[in-house]
C-alpha cells in the first residue's frame, strides 16, 4: 500500500478511497478481472460507487503504472496490478486470463531487433488456448 500512497503523492493525485479499493482488489487477484467484475466485487463494501467511477479510477491507475490494461481483444478489457510485464494467456471457450510467468521472454526484444531496424522497448505477448477446466469437460 505505500506504493500507491507515495506514487500519487508524487503525482499530486488525490488518493480517494475509490481508487484505493480499486487497487486493493486487484492486488489480492490473479484473475485479471474486467470492470465489471472489479465494480460487482466492491458492491457491498461500496455500494455508492458507479462502474463508470471504477473505470475512472482503473484508468488513473494504469496512466501512473501501478496497475496494467490486458487488451484480450473485441474491445474487452482485463485488469493486473502485477505491474512487471508478463505474458498472458487466455482461454478461448470461457475467457479466463492467467499469467504465465514462468516463461522467460527476455530474449525475445533482442530477438525482435535481430529482424527490425528498432530499438525495441518492450513487447506485449498474448497466447490462446483452452484452460485445463475447459479441457476437462
Ligand atoms: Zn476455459
Ligand atoms: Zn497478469
Known sequence: MDNITSIFREKKLKLTPQRIAVYKYLKGTKEHPSAEVIYKALQTDYPTMSLATVYKALKTLVEVGLVQEINVGEGNFRYDAFSTPHPHIQ???CG??????QLDLSGLNKEAENHSKYKILSNKVY????CQECQEK
Open 96 to 101: 479466463r486470463v492467467d499469467d504465465l510467468d
Open 91 to 93: 482461454c478461448v471457450n
Open 127 to 130: 497466447f490462446y488456448g483452452i
